[in-house]
């Protein structure tokens, strides 16, 4: 159970006050409840069908934003427990972590950046709390409006990986799989959000995450480090024992450490390849092969999560939640992470095929906000359709429109675009 002099009536308000359960219902505390609730919320179910790396549907193995949010969830469960602090909180947040990512991934988040550029942009991060807190329907205010799902402060302050505005946001470095130069900045909360941003910021130092947070972010990196491999490898597009360091280098540069010189790279790709069960040959995809591979992901989750928290308790005597404690990740364990991803991006996003796709994906979305644009409530799902209602002007109303896409899945934007749009798709 739940340590209440851990986390204080503040980390448990929540925007609504909410009268008592039944007598007869389960008692759990307020964290399980906002596990409970992102759970069961339709955006949770959505993210089955937005991709991860490559698309949903091009292979049974390869993992989408659910199994991906599972598997953060996973790492930050038990690094939280770990820790000593609120597991149910760290789990909540990486669930919630993606939700608001659009159809195809970073790549959909690129166009809806542009296009929503007149009204605050787009960032998915940013998106995630607009709809824990509006566009996910649970709880209503006494005016009748909606403030989602209604989760606790320390939860919702957990699940914001940015929490700065776009105005706080630093400029973006580095390229997209493409080349072109990355455009879209990182950042937690629109403006017409802020107000719930700053309720939930209530006691927070200026722009640091809290600890929960901080769990988040580092089970996201190390999921995604070590995953994005995995399924590049059992894809037939990575070979763990056939790198080769001069290209991946400059693909971690441009992506990840600009800075990182060959040899620092070298020998931390030399301390990855010392792991036990480091490939030596290729993978045949064998059951024998397939085990293999799987015990070394979990070794190495292990050694990436291991090191964190022997350098987290080293540096501080906690007790570690919310704001009185860091997570210290070791500079080691942080280009180990970055090589790794590098390796993905370079041998899987950065394929030609991959470049191709990605570019009649954007052309997609783009005509699909132009026509939603164009044709108004009649062309949107009743909620977003009140919403183009109730909007003041018209950038309010591209917001909607923004809002609209970024909910559809991979496979519902293909079917709005072929029923609103003239020019055919082909996956």
Known sequence: MENPDLYDDAARERIVEEPRKRVDAPIRTPFERDRARLVHAAASRRLAAKTQVVGPQSDDFVRNRLTHSLEVAQVARDLSRALGSQPDIAETAALAHDLGHPPFGHNGERVLAEMGEPC????????????????EAKTVDAAGASVGLNLTRATLDACTKYPWPRSAAEEPRGVHADGSPRTVRKFGVYEDDRPVFDWMRRGADGTRQCLEAQVMDLADDVAYSVHDVEDGIVAGRIDLAAIDPAAVWETVRDWYLPDATDDVLDATLAELRAVGGWPSTSYDGSRRSLAALKNLTSDVIGRFCGAVQHATFAASDGPFVR????????????????VLKGIAAHYVMRADDRVALMERQRTLLGELVE?????????????FADDWLAAADDLDRLRVVVDQVASLTDASAVARHAALCSSSWES
């Not at 026509?371 to 909620?383: F, I, S, Y």
């Open 120 to 135: 605050g942009g787009f960032e998915g991060n940013a998106q995630t709390l607009r709809l824990l807190t509006r566009l």
């Open 323 to 338: 704001y009185r404690a860091d997570l210290v990740v070791p500079e080691a364990t942080r280009l180990e992470i970055a």
């Open 371 to 383: 026509a939603l644009v164009e044709r108004g409530p009649d062309a949107l799902e009743r909620p």
